[in-house]
């Protein structure tokens, strides 16, 4: 390979990861309404063939953006359930880090499981959603009893999706957080 291949494909990358950095910029500052190919375009100061030679549209750049939010997620995910001392407690923190998430970070939130992309979990997942999904699954395992281990993570996440998505949405009472947390995690940890 030549060194000016190279350097073109070097540049190819750093493109895509600029369009990636920048529509999720925009989406944390703006929403996601205010991501458009045109502006993204006049961000980076690139034509907007050149944004589509890199992904074929909007929804897209929101499927790249939340490729990385499920990594990020994992990260999180992960460092809660080691520092925790028994199974229990990890399942308490994974649950806080997991809706902290959802609060803190709510464009990444938004890219990775309520807007439009062609994502899907399970056997064909990118990479980063299966990290995802197996962070969370070795957090409920051990609370799984008799149920099937993933059917159980299912169940579980689902949960926890209401909860953020429910509290995102001005529909729960923000002085409660905690102590729904604790309901939801004494359930799981009485079904086991």
Known sequence: M????TRKERERADRHQRIIDTARELAETQGWDAVTIRRLADAIEYSQPVLYSHFAGKDAIVAAVAEQAAAELAVATRAARES?????AALAAVAE?????????????????????????????????KDSFV?????????????????????????????????????????FRAERLQILVAQWVGDA
Do not use: C, M, N
């Open 135 to 175: 962070e969370l699954l070795q957090t409920f395992a051990p609370f799984a009893g008799s149920h099937d281990v993933e059917t159980f993570t299912e169940v579980a996440w689902s949960a926890l999706h209401g909860l953020a998505t429910l509290d995102r949405g001005g529909r729960l009472r923000p002085d």
């Open 97 to 129: 880090s997991y809706l902290a998430f959802a609060r803190d970070s709510s464009a990444l939130y938004d890219a990775l499981f309520l807007l439009r992309t062609d994502l899907k979990f399970g056997p064909e997942a990118p990479q980063a959603l």
């Open 2 to 5: 030549s060194a000016i291949q």
């Open 84 to 88: 925790a001392p028994d199974p229990v």
